[in-house]
């Protein structure tokens, strides 16, 4: 029997697909309107409100609890402050990503680690390894649902709510109450724009939500499905754990293993040589790094929008504009006398609306992933493959100043 969100109650109500799929062992819907665009540029345009409740979520307290997640994580848990977040990864010993999660430390000594996989085993068999005794690890992921408030409205509707979204920079955290609830509010998203994460307690579920409609109403605040968030986190150049990459955990073979600096991470890894941690697989990655060993980096690609649109003109049908996104391996060749060499491949494409140009994230050999450099990649035009210019291109695709400006600077923009 599936699992429901503390928010499904409200989400069925509103469902007029009617359509329901699995995360986690709960259900999800893939969009709730039946124009996905208009999902979509809620997170754009105006403001989404995304329930996010199916991620694992963990807590570790007690006085080991930091020395356990410097043994684990890859960026140091010790430059996160109580009241800070940060975005992270960790690693098996031969330094391939096992996950990848947010850690924020929300009380001195107390922190919280979300997480795309069931991982408590894992947490547990190391700090046992570690003879860790001072140090409690539980999972509380049925205690809370989160709730996810993005776009350029976001500010406006919480702001409605709680005083204290006022001081919140970037991946700041702080516990305030919403509606008489308390709640923890995270400035952090996965969609690449201003928003907000909100831990509740899932008795308080109901009566936040029905708060954040409420506040958002003049906003034009939108539900969204995981469809419309998987389409922005591509123009966000976000990483999706089952597409872009996999956990090293379940890989058959090290080609479906990956480290964080293929996965294009190595900011994580900034200031390592002055980082004393023995975190799991410091020495694989310390020797990647060293001898320049990457068998492939995670990048950008820009289709050159002429051939794209030429290549189904020609073959006398119209080329799809409307909603497209896909999760499919597409494969790609490298440019020249042969047509098929093949180079790599894209994990993730989407024809953004937005920036009116196919895009995708795509794995490529190193001498191929400076900025500007050309592949062909592969389209299917009626069943046939054919390939087409693209190029090497900076993430994120879309990175507005909003994301990470003060409130101030939001104020001014009203």
Known sequence: MPLTTPFHSRLEEI?????????????????????????????????????????????????????????ILLRDIGHCEVGKAHYTC?????????????????????????????????FRGVAKEM???????????????????????????ISELTEVSGTLSYFDVVQTEIAGCSVTVSRTGY????????WIRSDDAMR?????????????ITPIGTTA???VRVEAG????GTDFYTSRFAWVDSQRETPHELGWGWMLKGLENDGRDFIGRG????????????????????????YESTYTEAGILPPHHEVYSESTMSIYRRGSKDWDYAGYASSFLVSSLLKKPIAIAKLPVDLTAIGSEVNLEIPVIREPKNVLARVSKMPFFNPPRKTESSGEMGAHE
């Not at 936040?208 to 034009?220: Q, R, S």
Request: aromatic share 14%; glycine share 8%.
């Open 15 to 71: 469902n007029q697909t009617g359509i329901w799929r699995h995360w986690s062992g709960y259900l999800v819907a893939p969009q709730y309107q039946y124009s996905l665009s208009n999902e979509y540029y809620s997170v754009r345009n105006s403001v989404s409100l995304l329930d996010t409740s199916p991620l694992f979520k963990y807590s570790f307290t007690g006085i080991d609890a930091k020395v356990l997640l410097e043994r």
């Open 90 to 122: 960790w690693c098996d010993d031969r330094g391939f990503v096992l996950q990848d999660g947010v850690v924020m430390q929300v009380n001195s000594g107390e922190f919280w680690l979300t997480a795309a996989e069931p991982t408590l085993r894992y």
């Open 131 to 157: 003879g860790l005794s001072e140090v409690i690890i539980e999972d509380v992921s049925s205690d809370f649902g989160i709730l996810s408030l993005q776009g350029p409205q976001a500010y406006n509707v």
């Open 191 to 198: 969609t690449g724009d201003l928003g907000y994460e909100i």
């Open 208 to 220: 936040v939500w029905d708060a954040l409609i409420g506040a958002g109403e003049d906003f034009n």
């Open 229 to 231: 968030l998987k389409m």
């Open 238 to 241: 976000l990483l999706l754990m």
């Open 284 to 307: 694989a990655v310390e020797k990647e790094l060293e001898m320049g060993k990457s068998r492939w980096k995670t990048v950008g690609l820009t289709v050159d929008w002429q051939e």
